[in-house]
């Protein structure tokens, strides 16, 4: 038994107005470009010196992230991310349930980031002032040059129940994308 081959269908109008598609010029349009570039260790931790201000990432009971815009210090010798809090917050009650938390600090263009991954501890609250957590909340401020003003800090560190985050890196990652200067 032989079989016939059946004709093609005749193309609907439609398809046979379209024009067949040309190849997208690769360097304009959607997608064109540099890709990002892996930013180094030393990139990346000069990033997190340069800023003050990032995003803290921490866990909540449900699994689910929760993310808080922070001031924070970057001790690049010590591979540390130091966070000044209170006692009360959630941010601090969160970190000691599970510690795994993330800070995202963007660079100096909406197109580059870094973030600052690790286990976090928290310090007991300021109970003293001058104690060993009042003076590293205070060695994360620009300092004082009148000692009455950093003894009142000091005093007020303790009466807020602040405490110190501190994020142990263990991991840093971020990219930049490198755009070319418009002519």
């Known amino acids: 038994m032989t079989t016939?081959?059946?004709?093609?269908?005749?193309?609907?109008?439609?398809?046979?107005?379209?024009?067949?598609?040309?190849?997208?010029?690769?360097?304009?349009?959607?997608?064109?470009?540099?890709a990002p570039r892996v930013l180094t260790e030393a990139e990346l931790s000069r990033l997190l010196g340069e800023q003050q201000f990032g995003v803290l990432a921490s866990v909540r009971s449900t699994g689910h992230p929760h993310l808080t815009t922070v001031l924070y210090s970057w001790d690049a010798k010590e591979r540390v991310v130091r966070v000044s809090s209170t006692a009360d917050r959630l941010k601090p009650r969160q970190l000691r349930t599970d510690p795994h938390a993330a800070l995202h600090v963007n660079g100096p263009d909406v197109f580059s980031f870094a973030v600052a991954e690790g286990e976090a501890e928290v310090s007991p609250p300021a109970a003293v002032p001058g104690d060993a957590v009042s003076r590293e909340l205070l060695s994360l401020t620009p300092g004082f040059e009148d000692p009455a003003e950093e003894a009142a800090f000091l005093a007020q560190v303790v009466a807020d129940r602040r405490v110190v985050i501190r994020i142990r890196v263990s991991r840093l990652y971020g990219t930049a994308l490198d755009i070319p200067a418009a002519d």
């Open 4 to 34: 016939t081959p059946h004709p093609a269908a005749p193309a609907t109008p439609a398809e046979s107005e379209q024009q067949p598609e040309s190849a997208p010029d690769s360097d304009t349009g959607p997608g064109a470009g540099p």
